[in-house]
């Protein structure tokens, strides 16, 4: 993860060894060596994913290439603010740890995630409503594409009724918890007193949250809905939609992998979108923003 980052950019691998210093935990190892199990661990993988994130804004800012508006998908929040003016990275790396470590310990047991496809979200709603609030939406991804958290007996039970109802596949995530749900409240709780001690400053850009699919600047707001954010679902597609309102029209995906890419397509198909993921793909979107 990250390889080239680490092993080709002094700055990216300095900023990498504060961060094992400032959290005290072997990111580098975790990265290049694994295992794959330790890295994929949440207390592990949040500021794994997030070094990533930053390395490649960073390259991003000193490029001169700025968003207009940012927005991130449930951790991808944090890496956002750092984009968005709000977050020093340092305090970002803090905040992840933390959020990571109360998600990791207060998890409860025999609870999990699946991905619902094909159906709407009003039937993904629906039938999450007749389990009893056992299962509810947790990631609101594109349109035909849902997730549900819940208990592990309750999830089996409603694959059912979901299948029946018409989705094509409900496919079980290889988490090890219901996040964006109600079962998180302890985490929610355990990650609030780290996160109120953590210096943030007003946004300088626009941010779009997945808690409300809205604008939001002020600090005090901000902290609130990055708590409620571990207990409430992902409100992706409304928060692309949301951007796009404000005259978005060209949507950049920072960090690894090519989820988000693939997903705003499927909200937005005119829309025009790019990634970066290591420094190959940096290189092929500088080119194209300095281009135009």
């Known amino acids: 993860m990250a390889r080239d980052l680490v092993e080709r950019d002094d700055r990216s691998a300095e900023f990498l060894r504060q961060s094992e210093e400032q959290l005290r935990m072997p990111l580098r190892r975790l990265m290049l060596e694994g295992p794959e199990a330790a890295l ?22 000193d490029a001169g290439v700025a968003p207009a508006a940012v927005a991130g998908h449930s951790l991808g929040e944090f890496a956002g603010l750092v984009a968005a003016g ?24 025999s609870t999990g995630m699946a991905a619902v496809l094909g159906l709407s979200d009003e039937a993904v709603e629906e039938a999450c409503r007749l389990s009893g ?10 349109p035909g594409q849902v ?45 609030a007193g780290t996160w109120s001690r953590i210096d943030l400053r007003p946004l300088d850009r626009d941010q779009v949250f997945n808690t409300d699919a809205e604008l939001h600047r002020e600090p005090s707001d901000i902290r609130d809905l990055m708590v409620r954010q571990l207990t409430g679902p992902v409100r992706w597609s409304a928060s692309v939609l949301r951007l796009a309102r404000l005259g978005v029209d060209t949507f950049v ?10 997903l705003v397509k499927k909200i937005i198909p005119t829309a025009t979108v790019h990634n970066v993921e290591d420094l190959k793909t940096l290189d092929a979107f500088l080119k194209v923003a300095h281009a135009a």
């Open 40 to 61: 994929q661990a949440t207390e592990h993988a949040q500021p794994a994913i997030t070094f990533h994130c930053l390395a490649l804004l960073r390259h991003l800012t």
């Open 86 to 109: 709000g977050l020093d990275p340092a305090d970002a790396m803090l905040a992840v740890q933390a959020r990571g470590q109360a998600m990791s310990a207060t998890a409860p047991a």
């Open 133 to 142: 609030g056992q299962v509810v939406p947790a990631n609101y991804n594109a």
């Open 147 to 191: 997730v549900i958290s819940g208990t592990d007996i309750a999830l089996d039970s409603l694959t059912v009724s979901l299948e029946r109802a018409g989705a094509k596949r409900v496919i079980r995530l290889a988490v090890s918890a219901a996040f964006h749900s109600p079962l998180m409240r302890q985490a929610a709780l355990t990650f």
């Open 253 to 262: 995906e920072v960090g690894p992998k090519r989820t988000l890419t693939a």
